[in-house]
């Protein structure tokens, strides 16, 4: 009846709370072989780090990560190898600060978790919101810190597309300029605008919401399985899962209700290396729930942080009806951070997706003509 893995032949168990000691994540499934040291984990960690920019929490976490287990490397193995076994992950919490908490202890701040884990649960560690805190999130940036290994030809990016009414034009995207500005803005004319959004927004004690756009390009034709293992119900329930996560759109999403089919359709030509080329991509690179060798494309909406320092109503566990402010540290507006955090999430269904279809047909690729 516990619901902390996710996964089918590449299998995630995360595990840990906020202010416990520590937090990690069990990979299971991950083929023997591959070279994997904490040296390939942790560039993925530094950038879900807290306590980077003006506009993500100030909590201090250096997330170094070890690899307890699942890994092995003598004279003969040419490095550190994964054996096969499950790969034990461990992050060390060290910055937490309980105290910010006391007054959320018997309280529940409206649009957080506090009281469905209440009304489930009956006991919670409230601290730093325990289990349903994103701090859990650096658990599944470690697991997609080894899914990426296992997919080396797939190229996996993120970018923040909105932050409140503020939307990127899509034609000005370029996830190559991501890793330039602290919001992982792809159009560099968007960041003063999200500054001073942002600066209104904390002056106020408030917070606001934001797009996330994901793009996989290489992922070949063939992977995700329909019925029930549909890639893009997969990505969509991975990415659904994400803290503060409250819409997911693959390809053209939403929008193509109202295309024509014209619009909609993706015509096909042949390419010059035998694969189709389609001529354009509203299907988001899936269509029937299998990959067409077009780039995976989703994105991922995002509340604002309900932990904010205006006064709001609320009850607590006395069931007395109350007013409420949260102190603490909080990210203004949490889709900035969960940039990693989608990628890696899409790292792992896609892994997952890739050994599956190797494991049902050998990986064969069939292409028109031959
Ligand atoms: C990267 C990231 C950071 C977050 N930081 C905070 C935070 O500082 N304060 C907060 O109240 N919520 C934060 N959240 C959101 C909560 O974890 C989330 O809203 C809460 O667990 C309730 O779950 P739900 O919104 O998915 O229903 C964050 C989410 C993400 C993805």
Redesign the pocket.
Same mark, same amino acid.
């Given at each position: 009846m516990s619901h902390n893995t996710f996964g089918h032949l590449f299998r995630v168990t995360t595990w840990g709370e906020s202010h416990g000691p520590a937090l990690g994540c069990v990979v299971d499934g991950c083929p023997p072989g591959i070279a994997l040291t904490e040296a390939d984990i942790q560039p993925w960690l530094d950038r879900r780090r807290p306590g980077q920019g003006k506009f993500v929490?100030q909590r201090q976490e250096p997330d170094a990560v070890r690899i307890l287990s699942g890994v092995f490397q003598d004279e003969r193995s040419d490095g550190q190898r994964t054996t096969g076994t499950p790969i034990s992950m461990i992050i060390d919490n060290v910055d937490q600060r309980s105290r910010d908490y006391s007054e959320i202890a018997q309280a529940f701040?409206p649009? %957080? +978790?506090d009281y469905p884990y209440f009304a489930k649960y009956g006991v919670r560690d409230y601290r730093g919101?325990g289990r349903?805190? $994103?701090r859990e *999130?650096a658990a599944r940036v470690a697991a997609g810190g080894v899914a990426r290994k296992i997919i080396e030809g797939v190229t996996i990016r993120g970018a923040v597309v909105q932050i409140g009414p503020h939307a990127v034009d899509p034609q000005r995207i370029d996830f190559g300029v991501t890793g330039d500005n602290e919001f992982w803005a792809p159009d560099p004319d968007i960041v003063p605008v999200w500054t001073e959004h942002l600066e209104k927004v904390r002056k106020a004690g408030s917070s606001t919401g934001a797009v996330v756009a994901v793009e996989a390009t290489g992922v070949p034709a063939g992977w995700g399985a329909p019925l029930y293992g549909k890639l893009d119900a997969e990505l969509a329930a991975a990415l659904m899962s994400?803290? $503060? +996560?409250k819409g997911v759109e693959i390809g053209a999403g939403f929008g193509s209700a109202a295309l024509s089919g014209e619009e909609n359709a993706d015509e096909m030509r042949m390419g010059n290396d035998g694969a189709p080329l389609f001529l354009s991509n509203k299907a988001g690179g899936v269509l029937g729930g299998i990959s067409t060798g077009q780039a995976v494309t989703a994105r991922v909406a995002?509340?604002p *942080?309900?932990?904010i320092l205006s006064l709001r109503r609320s009850i607590n566990e006395a069931g007395e009806e109350i007013e409420l402010r *949260?102190k603490g540290? %909080?990210?203004p507006c /949490?889709g900035i951070? $969960?940039v990693p /955090?989608v990628e890696a999430m899409v790292a792992c269904v896609l892994a997952d997706a890739f050994l599956r279809h190797r494991a049902q047909t050998g990986g064969a690729a069939f292409t028109p003509g031959r």
């Open positions: 929490t701040r649009g %957080h +978790a919101g349903q805190s $994103a *999130t994400i803290n $503060a +996560a995002f509340k *942080t309900s932990s *949260t540290r %909080h990210d /949490v951070r $969960a /955090v």
